[in-house]
């Protein structure tokens, strides 16, 4: 038999618990386990349907009156008005396509550039590594908020893809050092070394032999990355330095301290409040979410299959 | 000063259209009370000089930093003016020359007078910070130890020219005249040359240059201590305040009862809100807030409310340059969309009140200055849509479904730029936007990240419609060259009126009006030039100018006029009373020129 026909076996032989629908009833079994997972997934799905439908929900330009300007709690604004009197429920639920799309894309891009860039230099070493961590180094040392700050002055954050993408980029790196320590662990191990052996090529070692590895990882972070991404953003928005919407939450903290007067006066306070029970419900749903993430991604928790 | 809210737009308003401060006396009563309240122009930044013409300088307009007299601000009366180190003044009959006697007795806090020397040297840096050159001022001849005169350029007209150079910061010579070349008067004479001769031309560019130098250099001085002139000298400054105490020299320190000052630091409007409701200041500058804050302000009972007028408006501006807002029926049309009411409501519920008119000046102002009869021929443009709507479709505007789309087709869509940190302008243009959506204009507020950068785009001809201040001051040549000066390609050089057209970007002609308007009246106007024409007028003669540029404003609204400033202010009469409520002049000045005169008594 010769290496290639060896090779050619080898590739043949495909895992059946990854594959198919058996992955989603893993994961389904894996959030139903424990109350706590099924309440994050609740609060994390009704979130992404608030992200997706949220803004069909209202008129494109919500409704104001001058006349009920930060109005108590009601029937009628079941979480107050704003300082022009919109109900800060609509707000928040328009609101949430932006900060919630935002997010997803800086942590999906955190993770994006952190695993390759730490796959990369994890697995050929040498002189990659080096150059790859020198700037990883350098994205990890510079402050990424004074940063973020600074670029807002100079870029327009007008859509998500822009602000997603510049959040990602500024939080990669410790990303990217831990996919590269679980890397080099990993390149040393047998079945990397077996693979090298039978002359697969790196790409499919990288993506096909380590990733999986370091999946579940991966998909932790994503999560944590999330909840990150959000904290960055709507602190941008609270310090007025990207552009107005006034349904962003983290505008909405703005005008509720500095203009409105809720840590002053309770009057206020509902404005304050409800974009922060908004980022509260959220973390909470993420936190309580990722237990379920760690054993979906790592055979090992699967105690039941 | 960005988390400042408003902070900037008081600055802006407070630099332009008033002057403040004081001076004091004392010693009587209970010299050992503790007067708070917090420094208007800025909050305390330890670390800065002790120099008044640094912008965040540690020194103190009417506390510790001194003015030769201290202008009242009415325009029922805009030659009233409090004596601060100047004791009397006088002008020759054609306005051209000032005589100043300065107060017998004024002495600095180390015991020194305070002579005509230090007011030389005030003035010659007067002309390194460019406020000199603004008021005509040519030269400074001293003509005793307390007594100097002033005149103005030589051809200068300036009718402003006393009531500009009484309002000058007074430095210490012995500090500040180290700073200066000695042959500084002339240099400043060499940089007034405005003849046709190349070589003095060049030299007096060489000088103004120098001048110009010399200012940034003078910005960044640090006194090691702390000269002051006024009823308060700097004791101690840390983050939190600034503390001053009575200065036993001061000219008037008979006068005043209050024994020590402090001015606490502030990072926004919100935390002098909190000082305010708590009771912990004395006296509360102008500051914008929402109504819940005032409502909590006035729970305190011994909080007191003190409304004044201001000269200061906000208006909602227009490019001309840009399609459709160079049509003035398009601009007309807009004004009967806009609910001021509403507007003002959300934006500035406290401290302003609706426009009535749109006419290049506040109602307090106008009602000054505008007979019945010229009102009577002005439009107020209140809310009418359905008119707003057939003026529109005149001009060949076409609603589709709730859309309007412009003459081409085009649907129409506007940016209303504001500053960040203005919130003011962020909400009034955030409800003016929801009123022209709402109306079919699809409109947003865009926020510009600093007033600085706001004002360079504006000039720069880069925004279509965007937030202004107008009016300004109770000076009318100061009140309409917010509109037919600069911003509207009008310039005074050399003493001479030049227009620049909007083809030139870089000159910040920025609203582009014709330069020839015809009124209602089939009269034919230059409002450039009638504007210009009142800084050569004393107010008695500028009526006639007056009511034309008004009428001309509303007629062909460059600016839309949102809503005018109030000027509230609190006083707390739990530690002192004897507070100058009554005294409008007074309370467009800072507390320091309150206890000078004698006001504020402790408990």
Same mark, same amino acid.
């Given at each position: 038999m010769t290496t290639t026909e060896t090779a050619k076996t080898v590739k043949a032989f495909k895992p059946n618990i990854y594959q198919g629908h058996s992955f989603w009833r893993a994961a389904w079994r894996a959030i139903t386990r424990k109350v706590s997972r099924v309440i994050g997934f609740l609060i994390i799905v009704m979130f992404t349907l608030m992200a997706i439908v949220g803004p069909y929900l209202y008129p494109k330009e919500l409704p104001i009156d001058p006349n009920n300007i930060y109005a108590p709690l009601s029937w009628k604004y079941p979480l107050g008005t704003d300082f022009e009197g919109t109900s800060n429920l609509a707000l928040i639920i328009t609101g949430a396509r932006y900060v919630l799309l935002a997010a997803a894309l800086g942590a999906l891009f955190t993770v994006i550039f952190g695993t390759v860039l730490g796959l990369i230099a994890g697995y050929f070493i040498g002189w990659s590594d080096s150059v790859i961590m020198r700037i990883t180094d350098f994205f990890l040392t510079v402050p990424s908020f004074p940063l973020l700050v600074v670029l807002s002055t100079v870029w327009n954050f007008g859509h998500p893809l822009a602000m997603g993408f510049i959040l990602g980029i500024t939080s990669w790196g410790g990303m990217a050092r831990a996919v590269r320590s679980q890397t080099l662990s990993l390149r040393e191990r047998g079945f990397i070394e077996a693979a090298r052996g039978l002359g697969l090529s790196p790409f499919y070692i990288l993506f096909r032999e380590i990733l999986p590895n370091v999946s579940s990882y991966i998909g932790m972070n994503l999560l944590t990355s999330i909840t990150g991404c959000i904290y960055a953003e709507v602190g941008l928005f609270f310090l007025g330095v990207v552009p107005f919407h006034v349904n962003n939450w983290g505008v909405m903290l703005n005008m509720a301290v500095f203009s409105a007067g809720a840590m002053s006066s309770p009057d206020a306070l509902p404005y304050l409040l409800s974009p922060l029970l908004a980022l509260l419900l959220l973390t909470l749903g993420i936190v309580l979410f990722l237990d379920a993430v760690d054993e979906i991604f790592n055979p090992r928790l699967r105690e039941d299959i | 000063m960005k988390v400042i809210k408003r902070l900037p737009i008081l600055m802006l308003i407070a630099l332009l259209a008033i002057s403040l401060t004081a001076c004091g006396g004392s010693t009587s009563g209970n010299s050992n009370a503790k007067f708070t309240t917090v420094y208007y122009y800025h909050p305390i930044s330890p670390g800065a000089p002790k120099n008044p013409y640094n912008a965040t300088g540690n020194s103190f307009t009417s506390f510790d930093t001194m003015q030769l007299a201290w202008s009242a601000i009415l325009a029922s009366d805009p030659n009233k003016f409090y004596p601060g180190l100047a004791r009397s003044w006088s002008e020759s009959s054609d306005g051209t020359k000032a005589t100043i006697t300065l107060q017998p007795d004024a002495k600095w806090s180390n015991g020194k007078p305070v002579t005509a020397n230090d007011i030389k040297t005030s003035l010659a840096i007067a002309f390194t910070q460019g406020t000199a050159q603004s008021f005509s001022l040519g030269s400074v001849k001293v003509l005793s130890q307390k007594k100097l005169e002033l005149s103005q350029v030589p051809g200068g007209t300036y009718k402003m020219f006393l009531h500009d150079a009484l309002q000058q910061t007074v430095v210490p010579d012995s500090q500040y005249g180290k700073l200066l070349p000695k042959d500084i008067w002339s240099i400043i004479e060499q940089s007034q040359y405005t003849g046709s001769d190349k070589g003095k031309a060049a030299q007096a560019k060489k000088a103004q240059d120098k001048l110009t130098q010399l200012g940034k250099s003078i910005t960044q001085y640090a006194p090691k201590t702390s000269l002051s002139a006024g009823p308060f000298v700097l004791k101690r400054l840390n983050?939190?305040?600034?503390?001053?105490?009575?200065?036993?020299?001061?000219?008037?320190?008979?006068?005043?009862?209050?024994?020590?000052?402090?001015?606490?630091?502030?990072?926004?409007?919100?935390?002098?809100?909190?000082?305010?409701?708590?009771?912990?200041?004395?006296?509360?500058?102008?500051?914008?807030?929402?109504? +819940?804050?005032?409502?909590?302000?006035?729970?305190?009972?011994?909080?007191?409310?003190?409304?004044?007028?201001?000269?200061?408006?906000?208006?909602?501006?227009?490019?001309?340059?840009?399609?459709?807002?160079?049509?003035?029926?398009?601009?007309?049309?807009?004004?009967?969309?806009?609910?001021?009411?509403?507007?003002?409501?959300?934006?500035?519920?406290?401290?302003?009140?609706?426009?009535?008119?749109?006419?290049?000046?506040?109602?307090?102002?106008?009602?000054?200055?505008?007979?019945?009869?010229?009102?009577?021929?002005?439009?107020?443009?209140?809310?009418?849509?359905?008119?707003?709507?057939?003026?529109?479709?005149?001009?060949?505007?076409?609603?589709?479904?709730?859309?309007?789309?412009?003459?081409?087709?085009?649907?129409?869509?506007?940016?209303?730029?504001?500053? +960040?940190?203005?919130?003011?302008?962020?909400?009034?243009?955030?409800?003016?936007?929801?009123?022209?959506?709402?109306?079919?204009?699809?409109?947003?507020?865009?926020?510009?990240?600093?007033?600085?950068?706001?004002?360079?785009?504006?000039?720069?001809?880069?925004?279509?419609?965007?937030?202004?201040?107008?009016?300004?001051?109770?000076?009318?040549?100061?009140?309409?060259?917010?509109?037919?000066?600069?911003?509207?390609?009008?310039?005074?050089?050399?003493?001479?009126?030049?227009?620049?057209?909007?083809?030139?970007?870089?000159?910040?002609?920025?609203?582009?009006?014709?330069?020839?308007?015809?009124?209602?009246?089939?009269?034919?106007?230059?409002?450039?030039?009638?504007?210009?024409?009142?800084?050569?007028?004393?107010?008695?003669?500028?009526?006639?100018?007056?009511?034309?540029?008004?009428?001309?404003? +509303?007629?062909?609204?460059?600016?839309?006029?949102?809503?005018?400033?109030?000027?509230?202010?609190?006083?707390?009469?739990?530690?002192?009373?004897?507070?100058?409520?009554?005294?409008?002049?007074?309370?467009? +000045?800072?507390?320091?020129?309150?206890?000078?005169?004698?006001?504020?008594?402790?408990?």
């Open positions: - | 983050p939190g305040e600034a503390y001053l105490v009575k200065n036993k020299y001061f000219y008037a320190a008979n006068k005043v009862k209050v024994g020590s000052v402090s001015l606490r630091n502030y990072t926004g409007n919100q935390q002098i809100w909190n000082y305010l409701i708590a009771g912990q200041l004395d006296a509360t500058p102008f500051t914008s807030m929402p109504t +819940n804050i005032l409502k909590n302000a006035l729970n305190k009972k011994t909080n007191q409310k003190v409304v004044t007028p201001t000269y200061v408006a906000a208006a909602l501006a227009f490019n001309q340059k840009y399609y459709p807002y160079g049509n003035t029926n398009v601009r007309k049309a807009l004004a009967y969309v806009i609910d001021r009411k509403a507007v003002q409501k959300v934006a500035e519920p406290v401290v302003g009140t609706p426009s009535r008119y749109t006419d290049g000046m506040t109602d307090s102002a106008a009602s000054q200055w505008i007979d019945d009869s010229v009102r009577s021929k002005m439009d107020a443009y209140n809310l009418d849509l359905n008119k707003a709507a057939s003026i529109l479709k005149k001009e060949g505007f076409k609603k589709k479904g709730d859309k309007w789309y412009l003459p081409d087709g085009k649907p129409w869509s506007m940016d209303i730029n504001v500053v +960040n940190g203005f919130s003011d302008w962020i909400q009034g243009g955030k409800v003016i936007a929801s009123q022209l959506t709402k109306f079919g204009i699809e409109a947003k507020p865009t926020i510009v990240s600093s007033f600085a950068q706001y004002q360079a785009d504006m000039a720069a001809q880069k925004y279509a419609v965007g937030f202004w201040l107008d009016s300004l001051s109770p000076n009318m040549y100061t009140a309409f060259a917010r509109i037919y000066g600069t911003p509207d390609g009008y310039n005074v050089l050399n003493g001479k009126l030049v227009y620049y057209d909007q083809k030139d970007k870089t000159k910040g002609n920025w609203i582009g009006l014709p330069q020839t308007l015809k009124l209602s009246t089939g009269k034919k106007v230059n409002p450039g030039e009638l504007t210009y024409q009142l800084n050569q007028m004393k107010p008695e003669q500028q009526k006639d100018n007056v009511q034309t540029l008004a009428l001309a404003t +509303n007629e062909y609204v460059p600016m839309i006029e949102i809503w005018d400033y109030t000027h509230v202010q609190f006083v707390n009469t739990s530690r002192f009373n004897n507070f100058p409520v009554k005294d409008e002049g007074l309370m467009n +000045n800072m507390p320091g020129v309150w206890m000078s005169q004698g006001y504020v008594t402790p408990k």
